[in-house]
């Protein structure tokens, strides 16, 4: 059973579970400790292998899209999951772009060209297209 992949163990689960109940049919399926099948989790959702939807009040559910809408098969605490509130995490719009010019967000502008960083130095600029904070890390 270990050559089976996450998402052919998430299609003999056969529906939209939440993250501990799919971890522990993972581990016994597969005979290894929780901690790894969430690792293996992981990384079948990075892959983009199935679906991982968040909820408003923090349960995860993992599924995958031949399952249907999470609203029509899964209920949380006797209520139906509202499918607006799973679009608002979505992935957040985010434009950047990498320059040598500096945008003063104060102002809402870019800086004279005088004052440009020195050519061997880039910079970015990053800008929120949403209604909330987020948080961004850059890799180089």
């Known amino acids: ?28 399926k597969r005979k290894i400790t929780v901690r790894h099948a969430h690792n293996l989790i992981k990384k079948a959702v990075v892959n983009r292998e199935i679906l991982r939807v968040q ?7 993992y599924g995958l ?7 029509s098969s899964f209920m949380v605490e006797g209520k139906r999951v509202d ?11 985010v434009d950047f772009e990498i320059t040598q010019m500096i945008y003063d ?7 004279p ?17 949403n209604d909330y904070p987020i948080r961004v890390r850059v890799e180089v």
């Open 1 to 28: 059973m270990s050559t089976i992949s996450i998402a052919e163990t998430l299609k003999l689960y056969g529906k939209w579970t939440k993250a501990t109940d799919f971890e522990n049919f993972v581990s016994t």
């Open 55 to 61: 909820l408003s009040n923090g349960t995860v559910l």
């Open 65 to 71: 899209p031949e399952f249907g809408p999470t609203e």
């Open 83 to 93: 499918s607006q509130k799973q679009t608002r995490y979505s992935r957040p719009k």
């Open 105 to 111: 967000r104060q102002n809402h502008c870019y800086l």
């Open 113 to 129: 060209p005088h004052s440009r960083r020195p050519f061997p130095s880039v910079g970015f600029n990053i800008f929120n297209r």
